[in-house]
């Protein structure tokens, strides 16, 4: 379940995509078949790897794309520097009837993707393709983000889960909404945002804050307090005024609870050592009798301050996650793009297309790509492809054969011809995806710092096509 139905979101875009759409409906050549890539340049946080995500939402996207009235409206009002209105009324009229005629390919959710692999092959009218080009990068990128950082999190906290705490300092609702989606797609088993909750089917999960505690005039009053109104989830804050007294009056509440017939599950601590803490309270709580209590810790943490803390030996069985999570602290964005790579005529044949640059990892790829997993005995190697390629050939720093090696291709049809094929699986189904192709790769890929660089090269006859155009467009004309 997606949340895009609460607005119209067709002028989700950037104003030249519209006037190239406006240019290529003008000149007639609007039909003209293209395809395009969705990848990204630079390892994410320094890792090898990111997880893609937010396909769901770009299919929300895509089904109830549609300009409607008001949007047409305010298209005609806009005007160029001549004062002149931008777009003719002929082409509002046509943009009101406009769908997605598209054959759109992508990796699921939660696959691990290296740099410069396609996340999403576009094929269709080059008007159809140009017009999508924003909001997929707008919607992926971010989900994508976010995923990675949550991955990066969860694989620090190991065995112990993580909850996603960020809502609040997230960027925007939109921003709250698609982190806590994609957090959960990362690992996160749960989060406290309750709208994403209800929107995605995700577990919540919530205490109390600080304010509670201090709105009585005892600490154990409002231990004792919270615990009747909410016996089935209650977890101690202890650390208003002292972690370790804060620990022995929940200690006296969790008694009182047990008495009950109730249980307290567990306390939680949102400031100081938390790995000296953690190990105080509990002994505390064991000494008590109370070991299956759990002891979750907050308070700005990301996957290199959870990392050191276990290897303090912190005593902390849940990590409740959120600013450094929900705004992917250490790379601003996923530096994801969307380059044009063959065109065509309606029945002609297809023409390469590729962008030089100064900077080599600039430079595009040409043809018709499709991205395929091979495996080697432990070893994983990926290449670019032909979509139809039974033999490849890596070509990076040296040639490399893999013939008769079992392969996954992973971008799969999502549309055909503008009907969608493929419904996407519950996002519960898609966090274990997540977990088992995470589970599938090599340690030493996963290491948050020197990871072992993953082997991506081109299919050999792309390769040389590669080098030839390079060498055409550079020659003087």
């Not at 990128?141 to 949550?150: C, D, G, I, R």
């Not at 406290?192 to 995700?202: E, M, R, T, W, Y």
């Not at 005039?217 to 209650?234: H, I, L, Q, W, Y």
Request: glycine fraction near 8%.
């Amino acid at each position: 379940m997606t949340y895009l139905g609460l607005m119209n979101l067709a002028l989700l875009t950037d104003l030249y995509q519209l006037t190239m759409a406006y240019g290529y409906w003008k000149r007639g050549i609007g039909n003209r078949e293209a395809v395009f890539h969705h990848f990204f340049r630079k390892k994410p946080f320094g890792g090898e790897f990111a997880i893609s995500c937010g396909l769901e939402t770009l299919i929300d996207f895509i089904d109830k794309f549609q300009f409607d009235s008001s949007d047409i409206d305010y298209l005609s009002q806009l005007q160029g520097a001549d004062q002149k209105p931008l777009f003719e009324e002929a082409f509002l009229e046509f943009l009101s009837q406009f769908r997605f005629d598209l054959t759109i390919d992508a990796m699921p959710e939660g696959t691990p993707v290296f740099p410069f692999e396609p996340m999403v092959r576009v094929q269709g009218p080059i008007m159809h393709a140009q017009l999508l080009e924003s909001p997929l990068l707008n919607i992926l990128n971010f989900q994508t983000l976010v995923a990675t950082k949550a991955m990066r999190v969860c694989c620090a906290a190991g065995e112990s889960e993580v909850v996603e705490f960020g809502m609040r300092r997230a960027q925007g609702i939109d921003g709250a909404l698609s982190s806590s989606r994609a957090a959960y797609v990362g690992g996160c088993s749960s989060t406290s945002h309750v709208l994403a909750g209800k929107q995605f089917n995700i577990p919540v999960k919530g205490t109390q804050a600080h304010s509670w505690v201090m709105c009585f005039d005892d600490e154990k009053e409002s231990f004792r307090a919270f615990a009747e109104v909410m016996p089935g989830n209650t977890v101690a804050l202890v650390d208003t005024y002292d972690s370790v007294s804060g620990t022995k009056k929940a200690i006296e509440v969790a008694k009182e609870m047990h008495e009950r017939g109730e249980r307290m599950l567990g306390v939680r601590i949102d400031s100081g050592d938390l790995a000296e803490i953690s190990k105080r309270v509990r002994k505390m709580l064991d000494d008590a009798g109370f070991e299956d209590m759990k002891i979750m810790a907050s308070n700005e943490l990301e996957e290199e301050i959870i990392k050191e803390l276990k290897h303090q030996g912190a005593q902390i069985d849940l990590w409740g996650v959120g600013t450094a999570l929900v705004t992917g602290r250490g790379q601003g964005a996923i530096d994801g793009v969307y380059k044009l790579s063959m065109v065509r005529e309606e029945g002609g044949e297809w023409s390469h297309r590729m962008k030089l640059s100064e900077q080599m990892e600039k430079i595009t790829n040409p043809g018709i790509l499709q991205v395929r997993r091979f495996s080697d005995g432990d070893m994983i190697f990926d290449t670019l492809s032909g979509p139809s390629s039974e033999m490849v050939t890596i070509s990076s720093n040296r040639d490399k054969r893999l013939e008769g090696g079992q392969f996954q291709d992973l971008l799969i049809p999502i549309y055909k011809g503008g009907k969608r094929v493929y419904t996407p699986p519950a996002l519960r189904q898609v966090r274990e995806n997540t977990l088992k192709n995470l589970a599938q790769l090599p340690e030493t890929l996963k290491r948050f710092k020197n990871p072992t660089p993953h082997p991506v090269g081109l299919e050999k006859s792309l390769h040389e096509i590669k080098l030839s155009l390079i060498e055409s467009l550079r020659s003087p004309t």
